[in-house]
């Protein structure tokens, strides 16, 4: 550390602009690997919720978290040894450093070289490119990676500047050249760096689409204006921290603010009701329903009577269909589920979270809990930028790009729990049987 604070200002800033950007991604499969560590360890088949041809490319979670390891250790020696020749006033090849890793973690991850899970870095490779031409059925890895990428966009936006930087030239020379005029420092908001930004959110906004296509889902269609709305606050954003940081005024604080807002409720009701199935809000809204119905009497309609098939038919809209290779192609059996993925249909009280009921817990009651407050917390970190000049900070600004990524890895752990529950629910009833043709 005291070696950075000690290199001139525009060295500080290349190690930064350049190492920052590959520290969120590989956090992120640090805890996928975590995540999948764990559900083997608990005996959760969760290759279930893949499609069989990809369910033999899954890698195992130890090995999952090696690589990620083995990248993190690039990354850090390489940032290390820039530090070393920047000190060392050898810029020359200190500006080499960011090309030399940008390749290297490119061959490490995806090209199939004589290391293990050749295939498992070129089914990646694969997926990672059907995401970025959407034309296509949306299988269950492109969505769970178009996702992902949702969470790190501020990633995508600094590995666009990153490769700026670095087609801009030598730009340290003027430390040893001293007429030597360094380029510009690619801004921001510049176009590259807002298209990179916004990048992830447009394809998931394209894949509602499809998905809405294939199955007639009018949820898609909400799901889809709801990265739509993610777009303007990404855009303002951008232009309020860049004027925030410059001590400007930004003249369209008030838009920002409502469109930062709104996103974020929209985003968090989202995940409760639909992506972590617990319909909650709806709930509330069915069994006022129900009382109301109640209250006029038997002749309009009682609670076991008309409003019982109401929640119902709302239970059922709010189920994802099922894509049918999970199931027409699996040979496993119920019985290869963890015991708690099964009889998730009872609700003990009015009000009360699906997913918190005992049988359909696979962790502790008090880390659901946690996880429903700390998403909506960290959902509106960007209140953050109301207080001084906090923005300003990049090493914050780091902090704050890895509590996104937890929250992505607690909305994952959820999200693939209530798949699993999903395909037991299909298992449990039989794939021939006519509930099960119609989830399907």
């Known amino acids: 550390m005291r070696v950075v604070q000690q290199l001139p200002s525009i060295a500080q800033q290349a190690i930064l602009v350049n190492f920052q950007p ?92 004589p290391m293990p899970y050749p295939g498992s870095r070129l ?39 990153a490769i700026c930087w670095l087609s801009t030239g030598p730009v340290m020379q003027s430390l040893v050249v001293p007429s030597f005029r360094a380029p510009e420092v690619c801004s921001p908001t510049a176009t590259p760096q807002l298209v990179a930004l916004c990048l992830p959110y447009i394809i998931r906004f394209i894949q509602c689409f499809i998905v809405h296509r294939t199955t007639g889902k009018r949820a898609q269609l909400w799901n889809a204006a709801k990265y739509f709305s993610g777009l303007p606050v990404l855009l303002l954003s951008a232009f309020e921290h860049d004027a925030h940081t410059a001590n400007r005024p930004f003249p369209l604080r008030g838009t ?51 409003s019982s098939s109401v929640a119902t038919k709302r239970a059922a809209a709010l189920a994802p269909p099922p894509n049918a290779a999970h199931f027409t192609n699996s040979s496993s059996s119920t019985s290869l589920l963890a015991p708690s993925a099964t009889n998730t249909s009872k609700h003990s009280s009015p009000g009360c979270l699906p997913l918190l009921q005992p049988q359909a817990l696979h962790a502790p009651r008090s880390w659901y809990v946690w996880a429903l407050c700390s998403n909506l917390v960290l959902r509106f970190l960007w209140m953050h930028r109301l207080v001084g000049r906090l923005e300003a900070n990049e090493g914050l600004e780091l902090l704050l790009a890895l509590a996104e990524v937890w929250r992505r890895h607690q909305w994952v752990r959820i999200r693939i729990e209530v798949e699993i529950n999903h395909v037991a629910s299909i298992y449990s009833v039989g794939p021939t049987s006519p509930t099960a043709r119609k989830a399907g």
Not at 78 to 101: D, R
Not at 143 to 150: G, H, P, R, S, T
């Open 22 to 113: 590959v520290v969120p991604p590989i956090v992120m499969l640090w805890l996928w690997g975590a995540r999948v560590k764990g559900l083997q360890a608990d005996g959760v088949e969760y290759e279930l919720c893949f499609a069989a041809k990809d369910r033999k490319h899954l890698m195992p979670g130890e090995d999952i978290q090696g690589l990620a390891l083995l990248l993190g250790s690039i990354a850090a020696g390489l940032a290390a040894l820039m530090c070393k020749l920047a000190a060392m006033q050898a810029y020359a090849s200190t500006e080499m450093l960011p090309i030399v890793l940008y390749m290297g973690l490119f061959a490490v991850a995806f090209l199939p070289w």
């Open 123 to 161: 089914f990646f490779l694969h997926t990672f490119q059907r995401i970025l031409t959407p034309l296509q059925t949306v299988s269950w890895a492109d969505f769970l990676l178009a996702d992902i990428l949702c969470s790190l966009s501020k990633s995508c936006a600094d590995f666009s500047r």
């Open 256 to 306: 920002w603010l409502l469109a930062c807002a709104f996103n974020s409720l929209f985003s968090y009701y989202w995940d409760v009701e639909h992506d972590w199935k617990m319909p909650w809000i709806s709930r509330v809204w069915t069994e006022a329903r129900q009382r109301k119905r109640a209250a006029q009497g038997p002749g309009q309609g009682s609670v076991v009577g008309p």
